[in-house]
């Protein structure tokens, strides 16, 4: 009977390292950016994301380019890397690949299946590179973004929270300016005078072709209290940590499953002889 139990667990073994295996290999052949983004779908007219190639050329910073310049430019090409979707509104979570496909990623599929946490229902990355691939998001999930690259250049920021907003902030010459990459707006404006006169920031926003609601929505968010955040890993710690370790043990796992099982079945044999 043991011998038998031995048996079963190196076959479920050997059976499960090889399915995750395949899913692998098969998650190798597909896009995880999603079809259909049209304006119906999409929070702001002709938002259609940049390819991923071009989005990954353009986010690095050009020979002799001042911080300031690169952080200007940088808070415009994110706002045209991800396409601003309905996120809660939205009814599928699989439609617009919301909820991480299981050729994707196994470990995070399974969490939005054996969970309720609303996070792996709805995903957003931590890593900048998977979030520009999927080529969607919503406010938090430029400002991540862009957070990480402003660390890349080593340069000073923080993402700032407010109810019903998430930007950027970003400092020059001990000035901190705010950067707004979902709506594509690079303000000269500190938090406190945002703060202050939020009638600042409706020109700005207009001028990147807003609309009016948009402008003063914005402004209005701007005065409010604001939740400081330093970078993705203090914004989004366990997910952050999580899906790191998700994606490091995607190949090694089932890898790791099949060689268990090959060292059972040698064992096993080599009792019976």
């Known amino acids: 009977m043991k011998t038998f139990i ?13 399915l995750l295996l395949t899913i692998n290999f098969y998650g190798l052949t597909q896009d995880i950016r999603p079809t259909g ?3 119906d779908v999409l929070r702001f007219a002709n938002d259609s994301p940049l390819p991923f190639a071009d989005s990954l050329s353009e986010i690095e ?14 808070t415009k090409v994110i706002a045209k890397s991800i396409a601003h979707i309905d ?59 862009m957070s990480q690259l402003l660390d890349k250049q080593g340069i000073s920021n923080q993402i700032l929270s407010y109810p019903g907003h998430v930007v950027v902030s970003a400092t020059f010459n001990n000035k901190e300016l705010i950067f707004d990459p979902d709506f594509g707006v690079a ?20 001028a990147e072709g807003h609309s009016q609601r948009d402008a003063n929505t914005i402004a209005r968010i701007l005065s409010g209290d604001v939740e400081r955040w330093n970078g993705v890993k203090h914004f989004i710690t366990n997910k952050y940590y999580f899906e790191k370790v998700a ?24 009792k019976v002889k």
């Open 61 to 74: 910073r050009l020979p002799n380019e001042s911080e300031l310049d690169y952080t200007n430019r940088l």
């Open 6 to 18: 031995i048996k079963a667990l190196a076959w479920f073994f050997l059976a499960l390292g090889l």
């Open 37 to 39: 983004l049209t304006d």
């Open 187 to 206: 303000t000269p404006f500190t938090i406190e005078e945002l703060s202050n006169t939020p009638s600042l920031a409706k020109p700005l926003y207009l």
């Open 247 to 270: 994606y490091w043990l995607k190949w090694p796992l089932p890898i790791l499953l099949i060689l268990f099982a090959y060292f059972i079945f040698r064992r096993n044999k080599s």
């Open 87 to 145: 996120w809660n509104e939205e009814l599928d979570p699989t439609r617009f690949n919301q909820q991480v496909p299981i050729w994707e990623n196994y470990f995070l599929y399974l969490m939005a299946k054996v969970t309720t946490i609303p996070e792996y229902q709805k995903y957003h990355f931590a890593d900048y590179k998977r979030s520009l691939k999927r080529g969607i998001g919503v406010c938090g999930d430029a400002s991540m973004v």
